[in-house]
């Protein structure tokens, strides 16, 4: 099994800052990208920002020069620091790992995991 397990998000007044934070655990071979999404009510999840291993970034439109993503390899783990947030910057932030899988008879297996998100609220 694999879990994704986020912490850090919180309330914050415009202008403040955020670190986020997602673990995976499990029987992970390697993972490849990491990404962050989110979602705020009656709207669809949206890509964030995502990093691959080799340190490749993207970032949404939205948040560039103000969000940072960055990877720990080793520790299989995803942050996210944002900084200059503003209110519409609300919403429940997801990690997503693109893995693959211990390989089960000789057969590697690329899977998308979510974790269960983290609510970022940001006050004006």
């Known amino acids: 099994q694999v879990q994704l397990v986020e912490s850090g998000g919180g309330l914050v007044q415009a202008g403040g800052s955020l670190r986020l934070s997602c673990a995976a655990s499990?029987?992970?071979?390697?993972?490849?990208?990491m990404g962050w999404y989110r979602q705020a009510p009656g709207k669809q999840r949206e890509l964030v920002a995502d990093i691959t291993r080799g340190g490749s970034t993207r970032y949404a439109d939205s948040v560039k020069g103000r969000f940072t993503i960055s990877r720990d390899n080793a520790k299989n783990t995803v942050y996210l620091e944002m900084s200059g947030l503003k209110p519409e910057d609300t919403a429940v932030y997801y990690c997503?790992?693109?893995?693959?899988?211990?390989?089960?008879?000789?057969?590697?297996?690329?899977?998308?995991?979510w974790g269960q998100g983290t609510q970022v609220t940001v006050s004006s």
């Open positions: 499990g029987s992970i071979f390697r993972i490849n990208a």
């Open positions: 997503n790992a693109d893995l693959l899988k211990e390989p089960v008879r000789g057969t590697f297996r690329r899977d998308d995991y």
